[in-house]
């Protein structure tokens, strides 16, 4: 990155790190909804701690569909629940991929523009079961 460029590298920075910000409570909210639906209760001692214990130990996806499935069960009505598989499906298969991009992604920044660069490897079997790396 050049130097002439720092104005935008710090405002491309605080907007990446905002949607680290609100990612973490999006998160946490959802850990909270997971909670609730556990229908834990808190024990006398540092409930956040526990719950904080039980929901951190579980990778992300596998939290929404924990909270579908126990949606399902504890559903209110039809429509409630059709609001929450389709806010959860938003989540993961739109905001969770923007967001991985967001942090995952190489940046090139110049004064007219920001390329977002996103690299991918594979594998692929051309012929006989031989086994060939891609980017």
Not at 9 to 25: R, S
Not at 33 to 62: G, M, Q, S
Not at 109 to 135: C, N
């Amino acid at each position: 990155m050049q130097n002439t460029n720092i104005k935008k590298e710090d405002e491309v920075a605080k907007a990446m790190g905002y949607v680290l910000i609100w990612w973490a409570y999006l998160e946490a909210n959802l850990d909270g909804l997971l909670v609730y639906l556990l229908d834990l209760k808190a024990p006398t001692f540092n409930a956040e701690v526990t719950f904080d214990t039980i929901t951190h130990n579980i990778d992300f996806r596998a939290k929404i569909q924990i909270i579908v499935g126990l949606g399902c069960l504890k559903s209110i009505n039809n429509d409630w629940f059709n609001i929450l598989k389709w806010s959860l499906d938003k989540i993961d298969n739109d905001l969770r991929v923007r967001r991985n991009r967001t942090v995952h992604d190489r940046l090139i920044i110049t004064s007219d523009k920001i390329l977002q660069i996103q690299t991918k490897t594979g594998f692929r079997k051309p012929k006989s079961y031989q086994l060939v790396v891609s980017t």
